[in-house]
């Protein structure tokens, strides 16, 4: 799982992982959007001179069957029948090189207006591409028109496809701008309502050998990377909101198993740390510890796994086990009253289940010692269940076992507890103990817990005593149970032994 230190850099990780990948996507988008529309842009191209070739063949044709070397009714009449005729309706313009007019379905008229020059050709389909040449405009929308040649006429329809091009235009949302361009420069349409200076994006289509320039709409683009960012930046967050507790609930899984394992295994086993008294100079009692040894030989740190096997259901069944391990190994110093009793860590979350008490009982009636036991309560972890705490410690009572408070001050509701339930030992935690001798260290905690263990009549261990100034400073506070690395490190069974031998 990630820790703290860890997640303030993935998140600024995921924050430039959501910009590039939105940068890029806007890219793919804007040419996506503009290819679709150069496709469309080139089948209206291809369609519009397509219906001129076809209406220009079938009038060509037809007047060469009437070797007309002028604009002559039999011409109109030619050009109004396709009309009629035909499916299509566009206009057919006819000009007789021996003059100067030229004539259509709506009769014949003088040539005026605008010049128009051929600007390209459709080799392909024997058209010429004409176009108006006095175009100043900046947009420039004139049509185009399409023609045929034959021997002594020449005929010109009109080909939609510019003005259908610039139709379409306001709907490709991320452009503002579009030139057209044929093969050899000449410009077919130029449509330019962006800034001067807006980036550019151009295709060449190798069908109508069209050159298109797009001009990229910055405030469109820009709205649609913030979109592609704000997006990216929720589906990454959901992704490490739903890895991150994903990754705990593996992580447990994988730790409830290693545990189980270890338990079957006999990776598990037991040391004891003195506690001693001062008064007496001999050892009272011991602590129970859990330690885990691998398959190498080596021994896991404590403080790795602890916390977790804490939550873990398989808990309650490894301190089952520590019970009667505890029991059966130290029966013989138990029972010749070499040490008062041996305690034995169990957390709030265990007596929840509300199964501890009854393996307490269930030890008693098969002749285990369990008066013996004492039971570190650790504040670690919250008590929600007030009723089966009460009950484990009525149990225990009952069958004469101790009660400590273990590690007081330092987790949940210390002070509730101590005011709700009957305890008989109080133990000053370790990170109190190690500040005594050092130079400004305020000794009030310890005296307030000190004068609370007093007025409930309990008695006060301190643990993690690791100098003899810390030993002296809590003597004279009257705490004469201490336990520590001065006095002892946790020890097996042969090592517990040999060490009452020297120092009983």
Request: glycine residues 6%.
């Amino acid at each position: 799982m990630t820790s703290n230190k860890q997640f303030p850099w993935l998140i600024i990780a995921m924050v430039l992982f959501c910009a590039v990948a939105s940068y890029y996507l806007v890219h793919y988008r804007v040419f996506r959007t503009f290819s679709m529309k150069v496709v469309k842009f080139d089948n209206l191209y291809v369609e519009g001179l397509t219906k001129a070739n076809h209406n220009l063949k079938a009038i060509q044709n037809e007047l060469r069957g009437l070797q007309a070397k002028a604009c002559s009714a039999e011409v109109l009449q030619v050009l109004t029948d396709h009309i009629l005729t035909s499916n299509e309706q566009d206009l057919v313009w006819v000009k007789y090189l021996s003059e100067s007019v030229i004539c259509s379905a709506i009769g014949t008229t003088q040539i005026y207006g605008p010049k128009y020059v051929k600007v390209g050709e459709s080799s392909e389909r024997g058209l010429y591409i004409y176009q108006q040449t006095n175009n100043n405009n900046s947009n420039a929308l004139w049509p185009i028109y399409a023609a045929r040649l034959s021997d002594n006429f020449e005929l010109f329809v009109s080909v939609d496809a510019v003005q259908n091009m610039a139709d379409i235009l306001p709907y490709a949302t991320l452009s503002n701008g579009l030139s057209v361009h044929l093969n050899n420069g000449s410009e077919l349409l130029r449509i330019d309502d962006g800034a001067s200076d807006a980036e550019t994006m151009k295709f060449y289509s190798a069908t109508t050998n069209l050159r298109y320039c797009f001009s990229i709409d910055a405030i469109a683009k820009n709205w649609l990377w913030l979109n592609y960012f704000l997006i990216s930046m929720l589906a990454s967050g959901l992704m490490l909101f739903f890895g991150y507790l994903m990754s705990g609930l593996a992580k447990q899984l994988y730790l409830n198993r290693s545990f189980r394992m270890a338990l079957k295994r006999n990776e598990f086993f037991l040391v004891y740390q003195p506690i001693i008294d001062i008064n007496k100079a001999s050892t009272f009692s011991v602590e129970v510890l859990l330690r885990w040894r691998n398959a190498d030989g080596s021994i896991r740190n404590t403080a790795d796994f602890i916390g977790d096997l804490e939550l873990s259901p398989v808990m309650p069944d490894i301190t089952r086990w520590v019970m009667l391990t505890a029991l059966n190994e130290l029966t013989g110093l138990l029972k010749q009253q070499t040490i008062a009793w041996c305690s034995i860590n169990i957390s709030a979350k265990e007596i929840e289940q509300g199964v501890m008490h009854q393996f307490l009982l269930e030890l008693a009636e098969q002749g285990y010692p369990v008066n013996y036991l004492s039971f570190e309560l650790t504040e670690r972890i919250q008590i929600s269940d007030w009723d089966k705490l009460k009950q484990f410690i009525d149990v225990c009572q009952l069958l004469g076992c101790k009660i400590e408070l273990d590690d007081a001050g330092t987790g949940y509701g210390g002070n509730l507890w101590l005011q709700n339930l009957d305890f008989d030992y109080l133990k000053i935690d370790q990170q109190f103990v190690s500040q005594l001798g050092e130079p400004g260290n305020k000794l009030s905690l310890v005296l307030s817990y000190m004068a609370i263990a007093e007025e409930l009549n309990i008695k006060v261990i301190a643990e993690g005593v690791e100098t003899q100034s810390q030993a002296d400073i809590l003597n004279s506070l009257g705490v004469h149970l201490q336990q520590g690395w001065l006095y002892s490190k946790a020890l097996t069974v042969p090592e517990l032994i040999r060490y009452l031998v020297v120092n009983q």
